[in-house]
């Protein structure tokens, strides 16, 4: 079964950094594309950093120069370094595979990250 843990959110000041981590169970995500996503009040839950299987990376506009993704294999894990953090960034952060290859499912309980101004 497939499990996907979330962990390393919570309350940063405008400015600030925090590395979110993902770790996952039941998936080789050495053998697929994944993603981060997030989910703020009222919205619908956007991907924001994808690393693919070669580790190519792509990201939102949003949080292009300030995010970065990457993938630790033999952790089977992968990461969010988020830099220059704005309080547009509050959301709840979900790891998944990356939705433009496969359908994410099994979601985890996600981290939370607010940003205050």
């Known amino acids: 079964q497939v499990q996907l843990v979330e962990s390393g959110g919570g309350l940063v000041e405008a400015g600030g950094s925090l590395r979110l981590s993902c770790a996952a169970s039941?998936?080789?995500?050495?053998?697929?594309?994944m993603a981060w996503y997030r989910q703020a009040p009222g919205k619908q839950r956007e991907l924001v950093a994808a690393?693919?299987?070669?580790?190519?990376?792509n990201y939102a506009d949003s949080v292009k120069g300030r995010f970065t993704i990457s993938r630790d294999n033999a952790k089977n894990a992968i990461y969010l370094q988020m830099n220059s953090l704005k309080p547009e960034d509050t959301a709840v952060y979900y790891c998944?595979?990356?939705?433009?290859?496969?359908?994410?499912?099994?979601w985890g309980q996600g981290t939370q990250l607010t940003v205050s101004s």
């Open positions: 690393t693919s299987t070669v580790g190519s990376t």
């Open positions: 998944n595979v990356d939705s433009r290859w496969a359908i994410p499912n099994n």
């Open positions: 039941g998936i080789s995500i050495s053998s697929n594309a």
